[in-house]
């Protein structure tokens, strides 16, 4: 027997509250917290996991505590280690074995908090002479340039650093920030016309995933522009729940995280700014790409914003990431190229957005990714040589329609971003190696892949392959398989207007003089 599928605790039993959370750096998976429920008959909690999203209307929680336990604490030592979202419910054991009401839902990302190497997830920071110096796990590992930290004795923890022969550790200028440190260099809440102009925001030793080198949270008429956000452990900026906010002329370079990170509202201008060769961190020191910063990421109910000639380059992460119920979405001159991961996300929203004269090249994953999301329009892009494929459609299985459901946070409407329309015109899409796609899915069930599909229309796009036609991939007959320009337009014509004919689009047999190639 699992919690109840309703997640509402019954009049009569209380549920366990204040679920959390957290993990630790040289812990091993994610340790959970609880409040115990005020009841006599209980007689001890036990712990349940799913994958699946708490929005489906049955959850497949499968139970992880082999015991009954006593304590309010669990650490689930299991915890994969997946590009993947983890929920937990808390259920009380009454007596005569019966299972009490479930607490609410809580959740964790598999590889985001279970990085494989512990570096990923420290904080110190040690710079000489201002350069940033390479952090190791162990004494032994030390070389010129790297530092280690020994907290064998938590109440004295040593810090060793190797400086070349030619520096003089008594002349050198040493900066250290702390693991403990979790507060940024500039904490502002909640206030109205606000300018930030000309300011270097750096070597914020705050925890990863938790905080940027500078906080701002609410507020209106807000402008920051002209400024450094260079070399902090977490994010550059952290931004939430501002309208009126114009970030302008910025750069968002180096940091250990994402550049930018943060919740939108209303009204957002971001234009001319540089968010580069960010997440060094997790992928660095912590061993892999990392899957939850970005160069900027941001949505959470985004309403009328404008992204304009930005750049998103050479991030150990992904480029540009647009995460759940966006509406009203310029992106124009957006540069996505070298990035480690995507070079762009459109997540979890219902549009209408718009993304027209970009770049998305030679990005390690896809160029473009569209997830459990619609109401899209791409227009006069390139879209080019990303290793696995230009453009991934990506959703997930729910109940067989077209995604999750999205709920617009304004009127409360909820959805399925995938039936929404999607418009591609005009766009350059080319594969320039025999290995990548032009068109993928990924995740999700073939309905879902359908019903994407049938709200698509595709018209005046030029395609190009180096070596086959086949490669578009799409549900068809049962199952995924390739197929070439004639077949995909027809699919994604529906009736509509397709991508073909004199006017339509072309399939090129010689790579495109709009992209270079080796």
């Known amino acids: ?31 959970l917290r609880w409040t115990p429920a005020d009841n006599p008959s209980i007689q001890g909690y036990l712990i349940y996991r799913t994958a699946s999203q708490p929005q489906t209307a049955v959850r497949d929680y499968k139970r992880l505590s082999t015991d009954v336990l006593s304590a309010p604490s669990f650490q689930d030592v299991e915890l994969p280690n997946a590009d ?17 009401p479930p607490s609410r839902s809580a959740r964790i990302c598999g590889n985001v908090q279970f990085i494989p190497n512990a570096l990923g997830r420290r904080a110190e920071l040690v710079f000489v002479d201002g350069q940033l110096l390479r952090q190791v796990n162990t004494q032994s590992e030390m070389a010129v340039g790297r530092y280690c930290v020994d907290g064998s004795d938590p109440g004295i923890p040593r810090l060793f650093i190797q400086l070349s022969p030619r520096q003089n550790i008594a002349n050198a ?18 206030k109205n016309n606000l300018v930030i102009r000309k300011i270097r925001f750096q070597h914020a030793g705050v925890r990863a995933w938790n905080f940027g080198g500078i906080n ?52 957002w201008l971001f234009e001319d700014n540089e968010c580069s ?36 380059t050479a991030n150990a992460c992904i ?29 979890a929203a219902l549009g209408p957005g718009m993304v027209t004269n970009s770049r998305f090249e030679r990005n390690q994953g896809y160029g473009l990714r569209i997830a459990d999301a619609g109401g899209l329009t791409l227009d006069g892009n390139t879209i080019s040589d990303n290793s696995r494929a230009q453009i991934c459609i990506a959703m997930s299985w729910y109940q067989e329609q077209a ?28 594969a320039l190696r025999a290995d990548q796609m032009i068109v993928a899915f990924e995740w999700g069930s073939l309905p879902s892949y359908q019903a994407f599909l049938k709200n698509l229309s595709a018209s005046g796009n030029t395609y190009w392959h180096p070596t086959t036609p086949r490669a578009f991939m799409s549900p068809l007959a049962g199952s995924l398989i390739k197929l070439d320009l004639d077949q995909w337009s027809k699919i994604t014509g529906a009736g509509k207007p397709q991508d073909t004919g004199a006017s339509g689009t072309r399939w090129q047999q010689s790579a495109p003089t709009s992209i270079d190639v080796d």
């Not at 960010?278 to 914003?305: D, E, P, S, V, Y």
Request: hydrophobic share 35%; glycine share 16%; net charge neutral.
């Open 1 to 31: 027997m699992g919690p109840d599928p309703s997640g509402q605790p019954s009049p009569e039993d209380q549920a366990p509250s204040g679920i959390a959370i957290s993990w630790e750096p040289g812990a091993k998976g994610a340790t």
């Open 84 to 100: 993947q979202w983890f929920y937990y419910q808390v259920v009380s054991l009454l007596e005569g074995g019966k299972e009490g």
């Open 173 to 190: 200028i040493i900066e250290v920030s702390g693991q403990n440190a979790f507060l940024p260099n500039l904490a502002i809440n909640a």
């Open 216 to 267: 701002i949270s609410g507020g209106k008429n807000i402008l920051i522009e002209d400024n450094e956000f260079s070399y902090n452990n977490s994010d550059g900026i952290h931004c939430g729940g501002m309208d009126d906010f114009t970030f302008r002329r910025n750069r968002c370079v180096a940091n250990g995280g994402g550049g930018f990170g943060g919740t939108g509202r209303t009204n």
């Open 277 to 312: 060769s960010n997440g060094w961190r997790a992928t660095t020191l912590g061993g892999q790409a990392q899957w939850f910063h970005a160069g900027i990421k941001t949505g959470f109910g985004l309403r009328n914003a404008i992204f304009r000639n930005n750049r998103m």
């Open 319 to 347: 480029g540009f990431w647009l995460d759940t119920d966006m509406e009203n979405v310029l992106i124009d001159k957006l540069m996505c190229t070298d990035n480690q991961r995507d070079g762009m996300w459109w997540e």
């Open 403 to 430: 995604g999750r459901p999205v709920k617009n946070r304004v009127t409360g409407e909820t959805a399925f971003g995938g039936a929404r329309p999607n418009t591609w015109t005009r766009n350059t899409i080319a």
